[in-house]
């Protein structure tokens, strides 16, 4: 009963966000939303500012495993790009673009927000680090490109394009557009031979050297 009563708390607290904003993720409404009564919030998680962290978490660990299939399918790194759109698209029809929002604006006065939204976003990191250090091993760019330092800078600007998108959807096309450039570009040295990858990883080690 336990276990089922945090989780209907924290499906509850998601959904509060989701539905009315963070302004209004008060003990009453998210209790009303899980159908408990509001003392069970501070018993299981001490405040609601714990329970709103552990829901992020909880949150973040529920769309990663809902896209970790689709992710170990993609073949290249177009493929990444065209997911990625895709994804954004779904997950901002499903509002969570914009508790992603508000959860960053919240975490600048609250460490425990801001650590459990860094989490999740190092959920997210992890899964991209994955792919990336597979898609690249098919490419010139093996060895010269740190997986590692791409997943985090794909997840910032993934961020970044979601902020963006609320007051310039325009733009925020764009850069997409910008990103899918780069992965025709990253095609286009899958597709060379043998020799003309040798040829391109030899610039590479001569620019990484100077």
Same mark, same amino acid.
């Given at each position: %009963? ?12 998601? @959904? ?28 299981? =998680? ?7 962290? &552990? ?27 065209? =997911?990625?759109? &895709? %994804? ?26 801001a650590a459990a939204t860094a989490a999740g976003l190092g959920l997210w990191i992890e899964e991209l680090e994955a792919v990336l250090t597979r898609l690249l091993a098919a490419t010139p760019l093996d060895g010269f490109a740190d997986p590692a330092g791409l997943a985090r800078a794909t997840a910032a600007s993934f961020v970044g394009i ?11 096309? @764009?850069? =997409? ?34």
């Open positions: %009963m336990s276990a089922a009563t945090k989780e209907k708390l924290l499906e509850g607290a998601l @959904r509060t966000l989701v539905e009315q904003g963070i302004a209004k993720a008060s003990a009453r409404t998210i209790a009303a939303t899980a159908g408990v009564g509001q003392g069970l919030i501070f018993y299981h =998680f001490g405040s609601v500012e714990e329970l709103l962290a &552990a829901a992020c978490r909880y949150g973040a660990e529920q769309r990663v495993a809902r896209y970790r299939d689709r992710l170990a399918g993609l073949g290249s790194l177009t493929e990444l790009l065209e =997911f990625a759109r &895709a %994804m954004h698209a779904e997950e901002r029809e499903a509002g969570h673009v914009a508790v992603l929002g508000q959860l960053l604006a919240a975490g600048q006065n609250s460490p425990a927000l979601e902020l963006y998108e609320a007051v310039d959807p325009q733009g925020a096309g @764009r850069a =997409f557009d910008a990103l899918e450039q780069l992965a025709g570009l990253a095609a286009v040295l899958e597709g060379l031979g043998p020799l003309s990858q040798r040829a391109v990883r030899h610039g590479l080690r001569r620019g990484t050297r100077t």
